[in-house]
């Protein structure tokens, strides 16, 4: 559908100057001239087309100079607003008192102990097995303690 509308605007639009030129430019009628009025109507289209030359000359100096302006003045208000780029900020390496000094200002005048705050926790101790014979335990640790007893039961 998008395809027929945009077909439709540009049949329309060539319509349209076709109209326009055939109200501005009459068509030629060059027969049964003579070779003098041929040449004055070459000199008549070439005179008309310096004319035109200029005109759009000077309307394309205009737009250029207008163009310029609205950017100096998109530049101004730019910079009148405060967008301008901003550095890249670096990291900085500060203490937790230096901070506080620049965030509140003179307000805190002796450091603030964080650690104060904080709740104590107790660590429970563990507690350790007492050692006994070392083969009681790695007979515990193999696994085999219940086989050895089933082996012994048998027997």
Not at 61 to 75: D, G, P, R, T
């Amino acid at each position: 559908m998008a395809a027929v509308m945009l077909e439709k605007d540009k049949e329309e639009k060539k319509r349209e100057r076709d109209a326009t030129l055939g109200e501005r430019l009459p068509p030629l009628q060059l027969s049964g001239l003579s070779l003098q009025d041929l040449q004055n109507l070459c000199k008549d289209l070439h005179h008309k087309i310096d004319v035109v030359d200029e005109e759009r000359y000077d309307i394309d100096a205009k737009v250029v100079k207008n163009s310029k302006e609205i950017e100096n003045l998109s530049q101004k208000i730019f910079e009148l607003k405060g967008k301008m780029k901003r550095p890249a900020l670096k990291r900085v390496k500060i203490s937790a008192d230096a901070m506080l000094g620049a965030l509140l200002g003179s307000r805190v005048k002796e450091s603030v102990d964080f650690k104060a705050n904080l709740k104590t926790v107790k660590k429970e101790e563990e507690k350790k097995e007492e050692v006994t014979d070392w083969r009681k335990n790695v007979e515990a640790m193999s696994g085999m303690e219940g086989r050895k007893k089933l082996f012994d039961a048998g027997q």
